[in-house]
């Protein structure tokens, strides 16, 4: 046998190995095109809007905007957190009669949280219901509160709502193929993977932008003891292992900013994957001890563990594969086997690139498709452009899952810097806006 057969049999094993193990993943992609249940609310309960809200002065003025054109006619408020007592933002949210919480002790967004819920004396957390997170540079459709309290009809602890790209509304210019690709990844992660694991019942992906908590969850934890990086992917690991429940709920839509560069797009997805691996050293030993006294593996726990491994695993093999295939055909180049050397660039280099990157695209149609109301923005141009550069932003996460570890290992500070913000046109999104959910496939 030679180092071509060898690695040709070593790489049809891999993605076998690999497609077999994902293929209950496969077919849960049918429940990306299934219509989630809905239910209107029968009474309507108190929602507390949550906006840590540091420096924001110069694009927080567009989700108040938003707020204010709520159609919810039950009760909610806005309450903005701020570091500085001397933050301008603290004079636009006074303006609007928000709530400003200043709390000078946050070093990340769990501590912001965790320093507004702890200042709400206990008659005040019993006023709400629920807590909607949302960023700053985040805006509502007009609908958004509405359907947080439709929402709270299904009894779960967590909430999370629906992610379109604010960039470019009525104006292409402000999207790229970065910004794009980007909010292609939220319909990857919410409308093939979130309601997979919605129908079940397997915590969701969570996402700290458009998060609603129930009031009893945020009582039980004592405020937000979260403080990663990833403070949202932290909670999901712990919803493992306390059993806390989560629900997509699709209907509620808030747009938000998506890094509009290469930089800030990677910067933003280092800060992510950093954050990620910091939670799975905290929580994966402890998840894998409570299945092991448990003596079975939950869906819950299997998921989280190892859902991500095939892909990984096939991306890892196909890559493998064609380096190897590259230094055998040099070698083979120089060792006077023409007949090899060709064998190895077909099907160690050329085949497998072209199988993962069908694979891949296909898998970024299926999101689009599943997600295609939050794309209709974009020409056909765009879209097309978007698929054919969104295998390769896949397969970037690969050098900066790796960066990412190595900076950890080495207790290297993790800095970024903030996008570039971008204005929001009110006018096109309501005429995009589609305000009855029941007459969309959402």
Same mark, same amino acid.
């Given at each position: 046998?030679?180092?071509?057969?060898?690695?040709?049999?070593?790489?049809?094993?891999?993605?076998?190995?690999?497609?077999?193990?994902?293929?209950?993943?496969?077919?849960?992609?049918?429940?990306?095109?299934?219509?989630?249940?809905?239910?209107?609310?029968?009474?309507?309960?108190?929602?507390?809007? +949550?906006? $840590?809200?540091?420096?924001?002065?110069?694009? +927080?003025?567009?989700?108040?905007?938003?707020?204010?054109? !709520?159609?919810?006619?039950?009760?909610?408020?806005?309450?903005?957190? *701020?570091?500085?007592?001397?933050?301008?933002?603290?004079?636009?949210?006074?303006?609007?009669?928000?709530?400003?919480?200043?709390?000078?002790?946050?070093?990340?967004?769990?501590?912001?949280?965790?320093?507004?819920?702890?200042?709400?004396?206990?008659?005040?957390?019993?006023?709400?219901?629920?807590?909607?997170?949302?960023?700053?540079?985040?805006?509502?459709?007009?609908?958004?509160?509405?359907?947080?309290?439709?929402?709270?009809?299904?009894?779960?602890?967590?909430?999370?709502?629906?992610?379109?790209?604010?960039?470019?509304?009525?104006?292409?210019?402000?999207?790229?193929?970065?910004?794009?690709?980007?909010?292609?990844?939220?319909?990857?992660?919410?409308?093939?993977?979130?309601?997979?694991?919605?129908?079940?019942?397997?915590?969701?992906?969570?996402?700290?932008?458009?998060?609603?908590?129930?009031?009893?969850?945020?009582?039980?934890?004592?405020?937000?003891?979260?403080?990663?990086?990833?403070?949202?992917?932290?909670?999901?690991?712990?919803? *493992?292992?306390?059993?806390?429940?989560?629900?997509?709920?699709?209907?509620?839509?808030?747009?938000?900013?998506?890094?509009?560069?290469?930089?800030?797009?990677?910067?933003?997805?280092?800060?992510?994957?950093?954050?990620?691996? !910091?939670?799975?050293?905290?929580?994966?030993? !402890?998840?894998?001890?409570?299945?092991?006294?448990?003596?079975?593996?939950?869906?819950?726990?299997?998921?989280?563990?190892?859902?991500?491994? $095939?892909?990984?695993?096939?991306?890892?093999?196909?890559?493998?594969?064609?380096?190897?295939?590259? *230094?055998?055909?040099?070698?083979?180049?120089?060792?006077?086997?023409?007949?090899?050397?060709?064998?190895?660039?077909?099907?160690?280099?050329?085949?497998?690139?072209?199988?993962?990157?069908?694979?891949?695209?296909?898998?970024?149609?299926?999101?689009?498709?599943?997600?295609?109301?939050?794309?209709?923005?974009?020409?056909?141009?765009?879209?097309?452009?978007?698929?054919?550069?969104?295998?390769?932003?896949?397969?970037?996460?690969?050098?900066?899952?790796? *960066?990412?570890?190595?900076?950890?290992?080495?207790?290297?500070?993790?800095?970024?810097?903030?996008?570039?913000? !971008?204005?929001?046109?009110?006018?096109?999104?309501?005429?995009?806006?589609?305000?009855?959910?029941?007459?969309?496939?959402?």
């Amino acid at each position: 046998m030679t180092m071509f057969d060898a690695f040709l049999i070593a790489y049809i094993v891999v993605s076998a190995v690999a497609v077999v193990t994902y293929m209950p993943r496969l077919v849960g992609f049918c429940y990306a095109f299934k219509k989630p249940p809905y239910k209107q609310a029968a009474e309507k309960r108190k929602i507390g809007i +949550i906006v $840590p809200a540091r420096d924001e002065s110069a694009v +927080i003025g567009d989700l108040f905007a938003s707020i204010a054109r !709520q159609d919810y006619d039950g009760d909610f408020d806005v309450n903005v957190i *701020v570091k500085d007592a001397n933050d301008p933002t603290i004079l636009l949210a006074e303006a609007i009669g928000a709530k400003v919480f200043v709390v000078p002790d946050q070093t990340c967004k769990g501590d912001a949280l965790d320093g507004f819920f702890k200042a709400l004396t206990p008659e005040q957390m019993e006023s709400y219901d629920a807590f909607v997170i949302v960023d700053a540079d985040g805006v509502l459709s007009p609908s958004y509160v509405r359907e947080l309290n439709n929402a709270l009809e299904w009894n779960y602890d967590i909430y999370i709502t629906r992610k379109y790209m604010k960039n470019g509304l009525g104006d292409r210019d402000k999207r790229t193929v970065f910004s794009n690709n980007s909010a292609l990844t939220w319909a990857m992660l919410d409308d093939l993977g979130n309601r997979y694991r919605t129908a079940h019942d397997i915590p969701l992906t969570m996402c700290g932008q458009g998060m609603m908590v129930r009031r009893a969850l945020v009582v039980k934890l004592g405020g937000w003891p979260y403080r990663t990086l990833t403070e949202d992917y932290e909670l999901r690991l712990d919803s *493992v292992l306390k059993g806390f429940t989560s629900m997509y709920w699709p209907y509620a839509v808030l747009y938000t900013e998506e890094a509009p560069s290469h930089r800030d797009n990677y910067n933003r997805r280092m800060r992510w994957l950093t954050g990620y691996i !910091q939670c799975d050293e905290k929580y994966k030993k !402890q998840i894998k001890a409570q299945a092991k006294r448990r003596g079975k593996m939950s869906k819950a726990e299997r998921d989280c563990l190892y859902g991500i491994y $095939p892909l990984a695993l096939f991306a890892a093999g196909t890559i493998f594969t064609m380096i190897a295939g590259i *230094v055998l055909a040099v070698g083979y180049a120089f060792g006077g086997t023409p007949d090899l050397m060709m064998k190895s660039i077909l099907f160690l280099i050329v085949v497998p690139f072209v199988i993962m990157y069908v694979l891949l695209f296909t898998y970024s149609i299926l999101a689009m498709s599943a997600s295609w109301e939050a794309f209709t923005m974009l020409s056909t141009g765009e879209k097309a452009a978007t698929l054919l550069i969104s295998p390769f932003y896949l397969l970037e996460y690969i050098p900066i899952y790796i *960066v990412g570890f190595f900076r950890l290992k080495r207790k290297a500070k993790l800095t970024w810097e903030t996008s570039e913000r !971008q204005h929001y046109d009110h006018a096109a999104e309501n005429a995009k806006n589609t305000e009855d959910p029941e007459n969309t496939d959402q």
